[in-house]
């Protein structure tokens, strides 16, 4: 069974700090990996996507790897601003099906 | 310019009453999805259309009936509304299938009474 594991389930950190978002998944045979933000109340915000054979895609302060063997991939963030404060979300694509996990809920406290 | 947009963005309703959800976007996209997300936030696909063909269909209940006119509309029917569908139903759409980035509308709130 194909299944996403985030963790932590939340963060809290002060403005500044560089932090890692964890995603484990079952099943190494990806196509690809898309991580997204959710606002409250708002729809998913794609962030980065990685292609199976890749390892990393990096946008300004954001930085994911991919480590399709093993069935991982992190999310770094750096220079964390309160403006980051949101729900991240994994989601490795099976087939044409996006996977999501729970969510990562980070607050960047001032 | 919305990318992906639905209509409406909140609806109540009664059980047993039949609803519809409509999507559009103008991305020119080929495929477009229907997800549910639930109450502990969980997000998870229902459908799948490429082209007009319906490719994606995950054990939703047969109350649920997808229908896309064009590419570039997908519209969500509900028929006999239960409390447990009371959820956030996003709509998304990518280029192709299984390789590029999706990108999600708004969501529509959907609250049975």
């Known amino acids: 069974k194909q299944e996403v594991t985030q963790i932590p389930a939340a963060l809290s950190v002060p403005e500044g700090e560089n932090l890692v978002l964890n995603c484990s998944f079952t099943?190494?045979?990806?196509?690809?990996l898309q991580w997204f933000r959710q606002d409250p109340g708002k729809g998913l915000t794609s962030l980065l996507l990685i292609q199976s054979s890749q390892r990393e895609q990096t946008s300004g302060r954001l930085n994911a790897s991919l480590d399709k063997s093993s069935g991982r991939s992190t999310l770094y963030i750096a220079a964390s601003q309160p403006g980051d404060s949101a729900t991240y979300l994994c989601?490795?694509?099976?087939?044409?099906?996006?996977?999501f996990g729970q969510g990562t809920e980070l607050s960047v406290k001032p | 310019d919305t990318a992906v947009s639905q209509t409406p963005k909140y609806l109540v309703t009664q059980m047993g009453n039949d609803k519809s959800i409509k999507c559009e976007q103008n991305l020119g996209h080929d495929t477009m999805y229907w997800y549910k997300q639930d109450s502990k936030k969980f997000l998870k696909i229902m459908f799948s259309?490429?082209?007009?063909?319906?490719?994606i269909n995950e054990t939703v209940p047969n109350r649920f009936s997808p229908k896309s006119p064009d590419k570039a509309h997908l519209n969500l029917h509900i028929n006999s509304l239960e409390l447990g569908d009371s959820a956030v139903y996003f709509c998304a759409s990518s280029q192709v299938q299984n390789t590029d980035t999706q990108y999600f509308g708004p969501g529509t709130r959907l609250t049975v009474l």
């Open positions: 989601a490795p694509r099976w087939g044409g099906k996006l996977i």
């Open positions: 259309y490429n082209n007009k063909e319906l490719i």
């Open positions: 099943d190494s045979a990806i196509y690809n």
